[in-house]
């Protein structure tokens, strides 16, 4: 009689991505493109992470048959874009908010302050190209307003900016953040931007670009405000 016991199934973990997926959704939280999910990922499972993505966009690469083991070119391919895409141009998506030091206003400054042009670089979610542009701030702070430094406008703006989103939503969340820290009487702010999705690929059209913007409180209400807001802007770029 045969006393050898059939063979058990073998047990691996879930995949890392399936674990902070797990845990976004049993919180009840969205993990949109434009989503920061920082809070969800322990700091080991980073790394885990990224040889995840390696081996997955090793597998797209096999299947747009491209030797990734012969041709020295695209052999490192899946790991530096892997890691480019978790630690640079999608870093807003993995890491929590980077802390900015706010100070009160002291001096109980009212009068208009404009920063810009801020460079940012930001991805299409629709296609993955890239979107390279600048950014315009303008706030109207009151006695207790809080303010921050300048490099921290930079800090922010590449936070919300390193995502996969289209323009109209970034910079609505870009203001958001900035109300949030800042509590001023205004807000506005104002992001000029190429798009690859339509210079790269589509229509090849290389000239466009896309300007839009969103204007809170004293800038939305105040129409000279806001009219020596953007004329400041325009004569900054002309």
Same mark, same amino acid.
């Given at each position: 009689m045969d006393d050898k016991k059939p063979p058990q199934a073998s047990?691996?973990?879930?995949?890392?991505?399936?674990? +902070?997926?797990?845990?976004?959704?049993a919180a009840g939280e969205r993990f949109h493109a434009n989503d920061n999910i920082a809070r969800f990922i322990e700091p080991e499972e980073l790394p885990e992470l990224m040889d995840e993505v390696e081996a997955k966009m090793r597998a797209v690469l096999e299947s747009l048959v491209i030797d990734t083991e012969s041709d020295h070119n695209t052999q490192e391919t899946a790991r530096r874009v892997a890691k480019m895409y978790l630690t640079e141009v999608f870093r807003g998506r993995y890491i929590p908010v980077?802390?900015?030091?706010?100070?009160?206003? +002291?001096?109980?400054?009212?009068?208009?302050?404009?920063?810009?042009? +801020?460079?940012?670089? /930001? =991805?299409? /979610? &629709? &296609?993955?190209?890239p979107i390279m542009g600048k950014i315009w701030i303008g706030v109207m702070p009151n006695e207790h307003s809080n303010l921050i430094g !300048?490099?921290?406008?930079?800090?922010?703006?590449?936070?919300?900016?390193?995502?996969? *989103?289209? *323009?109209?939503? =970034?910079?609505?969340? !870009?203001?958001?953040?900035? *109300?949030?820290?800042? *509590?001023?009487?205004?807000? =506005?702010?104002?992001?000029? =931007?190429? &798009?690859?999705?339509m210079q790269w690929r589509g229509v090849k059209d290389t000239d466009s670009k896309m300007i839009n913007s969103v204007m809170r409180g004293s800038f939305l209400k105040d129409a000279n405000l806001r009219r020596e807001f953007l004329s400041l802007l325009s004569r900054k770029n002309g």
């Open positions: 047990r691996t973990s879930p995949p890392v991505s399936s674990r +902070i997926r797990e845990r976004v959704v980077p802390p900015v030091t706010e100070f009160p206003n +002291i001096e109980h400054l009212n009068e208009l302050m404009i920063v810009g042009p +801020i460079t940012v670089r /930001s =991805a299409c /979610s &629709h &296609h993955l190209c !300048l490099s921290k406008y930079v800090r922010l703006c590449d936070w919300v900016m390193s995502r996969p *989103q289209i *323009q109209e939503e =970034a910079v609505t969340r !870009l203001a958001d953040l900035l *109300q949030s820290r800042m *509590q001023p009487d205004g807000l =506005a702010v104002v992001m000029e =931007a190429d &798009h690859f999705c």
